[in-house]
């Protein structure tokens, strides 16, 4: 593991606020869908995996982090893959890391929010999902209105096109497996957000 953590190269978040998950949401490259996208990024110089989630993070939605250590980690060489469980020893453990020795690493952690969420100086927008809302969006095509107009909870701060198709980008689509398959790993997490 140690050459793992050594060789990670992006770091995120799964960041609990009331109960929801916040999602950057904005453009995709070609313009023609929203990707919803894990808050995080690269490390930069010699920041630990979490200090980078930390610092993005809050780079992303203004959100001060109070990381969780994960009771599973699991790790896959690509997305398309099964996961396995994988032994930790950190203080604080991501619930996720991919990739393999030809490439880079990058890991997830779970965290709970200590103030609410907001679009800053990197994002273009955010979307706070429930678990219902993350098998919404990676079971069918639903637009940003759509999404919206259910009731869903979108903080916009860049006009763009709200009739774009949501895209869950992979961290999501991983996300949804987990809380189908293994949803003990996350609720406890869920409900502690509600409380804090």
């Known amino acids: 593991m140690d050459y793992i953590l ?3 190269r992006t770091s995120g978040a799964y960041v609990l606020y009331n109960g929801f998950f916040v999602f950057q949401v904005g453009p995709t490259k070609n313009g023609d869908k929203l990707g919803v996208v894990r808050l995080g ?3 930069e110089n010699e920041e630990s995996p979490l200090d980078t989630a930390i610092r993005e993070v809050f780079e992303e939605s203004a959100i001060k982090i109070n990381p969780v250590n994960s ?3 699991y790790h896959l060489n690509s997305w398309n893959e099964k996961a396995n469980n994988v032994q930790m020893t950190g203080e604080v453990n991501p619930i996720l890391i ?7 690493f990058t890991v997830m952690y779970i965290s709970l929010a200590d ?7 990197e994002s273009q927008g955010l979307l706070l999902l429930s678990p219902k809302d993350i098998e919404l969006i990676c079971s069918r095509q639903i637009t940003l209105n759509e999404f919206s107009n ?4 979108a903080k916009i701060k860049e006009n763009f096109n709200r009739d774009l198709v949501l895209e869950p980008f992979p961290q999501l689509l991983f996300l949804s497996k987990l809380l ?3 949803p003990e790993h ?7 957000s509600k409380q804090e």
Do not use: A, D, Y
Not at 186 to 191: A, D, H, L, S, T
């Open 186 to 192: 996350i609720v406890k997490f869920i409900e502690r």
């Open 98 to 104: 991919k990739g393999n020795e030809e490439e880079s």
């Open 71 to 73: 009771p599973v980690t």
């Open 150 to 153: 259910q009731n869903g909870l």
């Open 180 to 182: 189908k398959q293994q």
């Open 115 to 121: 103030n609410e969420p907001r679009p800053s100086s």
């Open 6 to 8: 050594e060789n990670i």
């Open 41 to 43: 990024g690269h490390r």
